[in-house]
């Protein structure tokens, strides 16, 4: 009997031990966000030895446990759900059945994932896509853009230009009486990046007539030349996105060589050359004296041209949208974005919120100071977080105050 309580205190003292991780105090329900982060970090570390053993990809071994949590295109009393293609892109629609007057809004969305994991099945996207439409009375269009490591840069970002230009047809807004004055793009994290890069390449094609009315950009990725901003330097080991798995994505979005894995870790992969783009993500200029805090702005390091030669994409402005112009964010919709105070991210919107308020871009920045990146997705069981809930509530009650 003493063996096996022995057995049971220790098996309990090191599933405790992998589970807690300190947070800091303001962080909401700490117990399910160390829940989630233990099952985060377990989904990475089964990826790893997936790679290891020669399996398959790290990202294709972590999408795979999580498309476990994908749900079929069930429709419901409120909205009709299937799944489609639009300009052969795979998308899942979202049409409201309740009645309208006359024509309805349309929320073109792009999930997150760092451009290789994620689906616009997972549940999560699935209920935010749902109550989207159904609160809104919105056609809603979630894509399914092809994924890295099978697809590099630029196929997702020219996955969801090919269904948004597609869906801003006249014919294809009259078929879902969609007023084209009331349309937005929106995506979280990796997604947000894309709606932001959408959004700006809209304003440069002359085949494209509708206008976007927003874009709401959530915890977006929008540039890929300095990680070492505050936000990097404070949030690199919280939950649930750490700096090390932000420089895995980055380099994925572009390329499995390793060389370009530990360039972006060591901040050494912009080469001198492209010195005149960092104006555009000086973070000393362009961040609250709250968040600079102790940080120091230094010089930036300069990496060899070798890199930036091979793999162009890093500095390309569909990949990292702060790298705009003024002018170029000039013409841009009304705009929300939201931040959290404890994510590697937090510092791109901040940035991107004051370079297109100095450009006279309309735009409302919601900054949650107790959650981490990501939170919003969490609203449904066994990670349903209250945190999720407020976000998700927040952004439906902007898009239904200004789409």
Not at 38 to 54: I, S, V
Not at 169 to 188: M, N, T
Not at 300 to 328: C, H, I, M, N, W
Not at 378 to 388: D, E, K, Q, R, T
């Amino acid at each position: 009997m003493g063996s096996k309580l022995l057995c049971l205190f220790l098996a309990s003292a090191l599933l405790a031990y992998y589970i807690y991780v300190p947070l800091p105090e303001d962080i909401s329900e700490p117990w399910k966000v160390m829940l989630i982060s233990a099952n985060m970090r377990t989904f990475g570390h089964l990826a790893g030895a997936a790679e290891q053993l020669g399996l398959m990809h790290y990202m294709d071994a972590f999408n795979l446990f999580a498309c476990m949590d994908c749900v079929a295109p069930t429709s419901d009393e409120n909205v009709t759900v299937t799944d489609t293609e639009f300009n052969g892109v795979a998308v899942r629609l979202y049409l409201p059945k309740k009645v309208s007057d006359g024509l309805r809004r349309a929320v073109i969305f792009f999930h997150g994932g760092g451009w290789c994991i994620g689906d616009a099945a997972l549940r999560s996207y699935d209920l935010l896509s749902r109550w989207t439409s159904d609160r809104l009375n919105a056609v809603v269009v979630s894509v399914n853009y092809r994924l890295a490591p099978k697809y590099r840069f630029p196929v997702q970002f020219e996955d969801v230009y090919s269904v948004t230009k597609f869906f801003l047809q006249s014919s294809v807004l009259s078929k879902y009486r969609v007023d084209p004055d009331r349309v937005c793009v929106a995506g979280d994290s990796a997604g947000g990046n894309l709606a932001a890069a959408v959004a700006q390449q809209l304003l440069q094609d002359s085949e494209v007539k509708t206008k976007l009315k927003a874009q709401a950009l959530i915890y977006p990725v929008l540039q890929t030349l300095d990680l070492n901003l505050p936000s990097y330097q404070d949030n690199a080991n919280k939950p649930v996105l750490l700096k090390s798995f932000m420089v895995r994505f980055l380099s994925e979005y572009f390329t499995s060589d390793p060389s370009l894995v530990e360039a972006i870790a060591s901040n050494k992969h912009v080469p001198v050359e492209a010195s005149h783009l960092f104006q555009f993500v000086n973070w000393s200029n362009l961040l609250p004296e709250e968040l600079k805090k102790d940080h120091v702005y230094t010089t930036p390091t300069y990496g060899s041209s070798e890199l930036a030669q091979k793999y162009p994409g890093f500095l390309d402005v569909r990949a990292a949208p702060l790298l705009a112009s003024d002018a170029q964010l000039r013409e841009l919709p009304l705009t929300y974005i939201l931040t959290c105070e404890h994510d590697v991210l937090r510092d791109d919107g901040f940035m991107y919120a004051a370079r297109l308020r100095a450009a006279g871009v309309p735009v409302t920045h919601d900054h949650a100071k107790d959650t981490f990146h990501g939170a919003m997705s969490f609203i449904s069981s066994p990670f349903n977080l209250a945190v999720g809930h407020r976000l998700l509530n927040r952004y439906i009650e902007w898009l239904n105050e200004n789409l």
